[in-house]
């Protein structure tokens, strides 16, 4: 009876034993359980988080544009690294300093219209001949100091077209690397400028040729009026007698 017992408390045991070992297994197959995969709600996480992907690289895309739109608005506003300027206005400064240094009668209309008033306006119905003399040395000093003054101008203008040169070709070379509109623009603007320092030496040529001209010519029209007054001087003379002169005897 003992024995029959003491089996029995054995038994009991081992069973209670087995169900405590086995219940942490009910209960963590009971917990799996709970989990449960919905694909459409992890089709709509994907859709989702996609979407935002794009807005992200659509964000990025839109500050990279706006970058490169500030850079090229710098490159617009960027100024060009060179000007001739300077070298152009020393250009013109020795064509005009030329031209202030005209000998005799100046490039000025107050002092034109006194010379012309003193040296070539009418020839004089009285005087003597050493005072018509001086007059026409005057005169004629004027047209070779005027025909001096041409030359040097042609000269010192001939002698710029090697520094325009050099200016275009440093002006043409920059507007071709220009990096934005204003440095091609002021490139633009100085090759308009050169070209209106090559227009101003092609006046002074034009104005030092023109005084030179016009001086000779007014010259050799004081010559034939001083000529022919001299000759109504001289021909209403007392006692002067026209006749004919031979030259030359016959054999």
Do not use: C
């Not at 100024?79 to 400064?93: D, E, G, K, N």
């Not at 007059?135 to 025909?147: E, L, M």
């Not at 710029?160 to 220009?178: F, G, K, P, R, Y």
């Not at 001086?215 to 029209?221: H, I, N």
């Amino acid at each position: 009876m003992t024995i029959r017992k003491t089996r029995h408390s054995l038994m009991a045991a081992a069973a209670v034993s087995l169900v405590l070992s086995i219940s942490p297994l009910l209960t963590t197959r009971t917990s799996a359980q709970v989990i449960v995969y919905d694909p459409s709600n992890f089709s709509q996480n994907v859709l989702t988080a996609a979407r935002e992907l794009q807005q992200i690289n659509n964000q990025i895309q839109m500050l990279t544009n706006q970058a490169q739109s500030l850079v090229n608005q710098g490159k617009n506003l960027a100024s060009l690294p060179m000007s001739t300027l300077a070298q152009l206005q020393s250009t013109i400064a020795r064509t005009q300093s030329l031209l202030s240094q005209a000998q005799n009668i100046a490039f000025n209309v107050q002092g034109i219209q006194t010379a012309y008033s003193s040296s070539y306006g009418t020839a004089p119905v009285t005087g003597s001949n050493a005072t018509l003399f001086a007059a026409a040395q005057t005169r004629w000093q004027n047209s070779v100091g005027a025909f001096e003054d041409s030359l040097k101008v042609q000269a010192g203008v001939v002698s710029n077209i090697s520094t325009s040169s050099n200016a275009m070709t440093s002006l043409v070379t920059a507007s071709q690397s220009a990096s934005g509109a204003l440095q091609a623009a002021q490139a633009g603007n100085q090759l308009l400028a050169l070209q209106s320092q090559q227009l101003s030496d092609l006046v002074a040529v034009l104005a030092a040729k023109g005084r030179a001209d016009a001086l000779e010519q007014a010259r050799v029209t004081a010559t034939e009026s001083q000529g022919q007054q001299q000759y109504k001087i001289f021909s209403t003379r007392t006692g002067y007698q026209p006749g004919t002169v031979t030259m030359f005897h016959g054999n």
